[in-house]
Antibody, heavy 123, light 107 residues
Framework: QVQLQESGPGLVKPSQTLFLTCTVS??????????WTWIRQLPGKGLEWIGY???????YYNPSLQSRATISIDTSKNQFSLNLSSVTAADTAVYYC???????????????WGQGTTVTVSS | DIQMTQSPSSLSASVGDRVTITCRAS??????LNWYQQKPGKAPKLLIY???TLQGGVPSRFIGSGSGTDFTLTISSLQPEDFATYYC?????????FGPGTKVDIK
């Protein structure tokens, strides 16, 4: 049973860089077949897709983040990470990591999610 | 970006009711449409992918249908544990986008 767990600071100062990590257990990122994804949920709001990374392949970010996001994989730790630069109060949210299933012919939704981590941007 | 809309934004229903939620995409997404359930303080849970395929372990009272731009999630007989917010999401293109959600609460 694959499980995901986010970790990172709960409080970040404005203009600083937010760094979050998602640890994957019960499965291996390099085994392929999945997009490793970051999503956030602003307070009382809906879900915003931040971006995903595919091991050995594509990375895609939401243009709404204006090039502030960077997603990377650390295979030695079986983790993937999110860097979000120049944060403001508008980046205060619950951040989730998730995996989206994919094959050469289809996509299968985000079937495993972390529990979420609350990040507050405030001085 | 592909815009997703949902209706209604909220509804009140009773246990045993049949509930229908509609999702519309701003362009054709064929059947690349997924449905999630989210309860307060919890991560979303995948219910249905590819418009109509039930995710493993999800009760058969959840039924998805549609293709192109118009999709429906039906709960055939609402159970107490189904009171939650439901989101549709397209995986046809990037960025992935979600609908604004439909909150189902107790009448």
């Amino acid at each position: 049973q694959v499980q995901l767990q986010e970790s990172g600071p709960g409080l970040v100062k404005p203009s600083q860089t937010l760094f979050l990590t998602c640890t994957v257990s019960g499965g291996s990122i390099p085994s392929g077949g999945y997009y490793w994804t970051w999503i956030r949920q602003l307070p009382g709001k809906g879900l915003e897709w931040i971006g995903y990374i595919y091991y050995g392949g594509s990375i895609y970010y939401n243009p709404s983040l204006q090039s502030r996001a960077t997603i990377s994989i650390d295979t030695s730790k079986n983790q993937f990470s999110l860097n979000l630069s120049s944060v403001t109060a508008a980046d205060t949210a619950v951040y989730y990591c998730a995996r989206e299933g994919r094959s050469r012919v289809s996509y299968y939704g985000m079937d495993v999610w972390g529990q979420g981590t609350t990040v507050t941007v405030s001085s | 970006d592909i815009q997703m809309t949902q209706s209604p934004s909220s509804l009140s229903a009773s246990v045993g009711d049949r509930v229908t939620i509609t999702c519309r995409a701003s362009q054709s997404i064929t059947t690349y449409l997924n449905w999630y359930q989210q309860k307060p303080g919890k991560a979303p849970k995948l219910l249905i992918y590819s418009a109509s395929t039930l995710q493993g372990g999800v009760p058969s009272r959840f039924i998805g249908s549609g293709s192109g731009t118009d999709f429906t999630l039906t709960i055939s007989s609402l159970q107490p544990e189904d009171f939650a917010t439901y989101y549709c999401q397209q995986s046809y293109g990037t960025p992935r986008t979600f609908g604004p959600g439909t909150k189902v609460d107790i009448k």
